[in-house]
Structures are given as structure tokens and as C-alpha cells.
């Protein structure tokens, strides 16, 4: 299940009793503890380290056989680079014979878009720069891709303290195809403590903080910044039809 971007307030209510009704909460810690006041009273919870994916979804299987209602905590949407698919595939190749719901949750794309006002109101792909279980020549390709074909461009996964070559690499593939000029958004923490918001243009993305916890959002050729909100116009006539 997903619990959205991190506040209470951005979980869905099914996502919601899904975490309160379960015997078992498995998850990366960081969000297990985002949903921590809502866990039931005596419930196990089974806390996760990054990378730990394949393990939390056979514990999770594993508490499933033995007859516990299991919640695997995602944050945002858990089909969203999230644990849906791992799970599903582990039940497979593991030949268990559970009942899994996949319950979605708000994904940083559309929370970071809502902070920034309207930037994906026109077709936009969502690329995610880890290389981790992705080749780096395939993300350069879908990066090249969508800068040809004018999708606004939400970046998952852009940089950490140690990683600042992807995204270095992906601003040069946007600069070749776009003006230095196009509005990009940059959200770290939506929705969680210590959200910032920034509104700033091609050219000058790299100047702003921009970590694991950040989803950058860069325009179209039409994308604006119309009082300090990004919005991608869907094509509406206002003038003429006032
Ligand atoms: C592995 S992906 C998981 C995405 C998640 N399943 C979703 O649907 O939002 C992690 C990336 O999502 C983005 N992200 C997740 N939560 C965020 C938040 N609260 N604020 C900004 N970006 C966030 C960041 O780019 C982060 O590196």
C-alpha cells in the first residue's frame, strides 16, 4: 500500500485502514515511522533498510502464510518504483498462495506538481536517474526520448551527496533539446517537515538543493510561471472566450 508523500493528511482512507486494521507492518523505516500513530496497538512491525526490498517482501509473504493481515508500506504509490511489483513477483516465484490488494497512495509526482501549481497538465513521463537496477545507457535513451517528444519531465531519484553525475548528465540531454529558460520545479519533502519549494529555469537547476528526497519537475515548451505558480497551459482559449 501507499502512504502517500508522508503526511497523514495525503493518505487515502482506504490506505488508512489498510495500516490501522493490519497484525503486521513491514517497511524502510523512514516511512514505517511516517505512519507510526496510526499502526494498531501490539502490531509487528518489521523495519527495513534500503535495498532490503526482495527481504521485506518475503517477510511480508512469509507473515501472510502464517495468517496475518499484512501491511507492505510504500511511500507514495507502491506501483511507483515501489514494492507492488516485488511483492507480486516473489509471491510468483516463490509459489505462495496469499491475497494481495495493491492499494495505491499519492505519488511525489503529483504531490511535488500540486505544491508548484499545475505542471503536468499535458502528457509527461516520469524518469527516475538511480542506475541502480537500471543500465545508465537506457535512462540517457528515455531521458533523449522524452526531451524529442515535449513530455514535461518529473525526475525521481535525481541526486545524492555521493551521486551528482546522473543528474549532471541528464541537465546536459535537457539543455540540447530545450530553452535555457524552460521553468523547472524542485520540491524536497512534499507533503513531510521541512518542505521547500522553488520555481527556478533550465540553466540554473543545478544551483539549487536537490537531493534523495527531491523531485524536480521540468517544463515543456509551453510550461509558464504565471504568479509564481508553474503551469503547463492545456490548450484553453481564456482570451477570446471572456
Ligand atoms: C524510489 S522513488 C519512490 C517513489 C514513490 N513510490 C512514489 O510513488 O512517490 C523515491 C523518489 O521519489 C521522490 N520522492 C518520494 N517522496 C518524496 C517527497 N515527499 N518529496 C519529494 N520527492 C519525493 C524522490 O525523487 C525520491 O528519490
Not at 505542471?119 to 527516475?128: E, K, Q
Not at 537500471?134 to 535525481?158: C, H, M, Q
Not at 524552460?182 to 521547500?196: D, H, M, S
Request: proline residues 5%; hydrophobic residues 40%.
Amino acid at each position: 500500500m501507499g502512504i502517500g508523500p508522508g503526511s497523514l493528511e495525503d493518505l487515502t482512507p482506504r490506505a488508512r485502514r489498510c495500516v490501522e486494521s493490519a497484525d503486521v507492518v513491514v517497511g524502510y523505516a523512514t516511512y514505517v515511522d511516517l505512519v507510526r500513530p496510526i499502526i494498531k496497538p501490539g502490531a509487528k512491525v518489521i523495519r527495513g533498510r534500503m535495498g532490503g526490498e526482495v527481504e521485506r517482501a518475503r517477510a511480508a509473504i512469509s507473515a501472510a502464510l502464517g495468517g496475518s493481515q499484512v501491511a507492505v508500506i510504500s511511500g507514495g504509490d507502491p506501483g511507483v518504483y515501489g514494492m507492488a511489483g516485488v511483492v507480486l513477483e516473489a509471491a510468483t516465484v516463490d509459489s505462495a498462495d496469499v491475497c494481495i490488494d495493491v492499494i495505491p497512495g499519492v505519488t511525489a509526482a503529483t504531490a511535488a506538481a500540486a505544491r508548484l501549481g499545475a505542471p503536468l497538465s499535458v502528457d509527461f513521463a516520469v524518469i527516475s536517474l538511480s542506475d541502480l537496477l537500471t543500465p545508465w545507457d537506457l535512462i540517457e535513451k528515455r531521458l533523449e526520448a522524452a526531451s524529442e517528444g515535449d513530455f514535461v519531465i518529473v525526475l525521481y531519484n535525481p541526486q545524492s551527496k555521493g551521486r551528482r553525475e546522473p543528474l549532471a548528465q541528464a541537465h546536459s540531454i535537457l539543455l540540447r533539446h530545450r530553452h535555457p529558460e524552460t521553468p523547472v520545479g524542485i520540491v524536497r519533502n512534499a507533503g513531510r517537515g521541512g518542505e521547500e519549494v522553488e520555481i527556478t529555469n533550465l540553466e540554473r537547476m543545478l544551483d539549487s538543493e536537490i537531493d534523495m528526497v527531491t523531485t524536480v519537475i521540468v517544463g515543456n515548451s509551453s510550461t509558464l510561471v504565471l504568479d509564481g505558480r508553474m503551469v503547463t497551459p492545456r490548450g484553453y482559449d481564456l482570451r477570446s472566450s471572456r
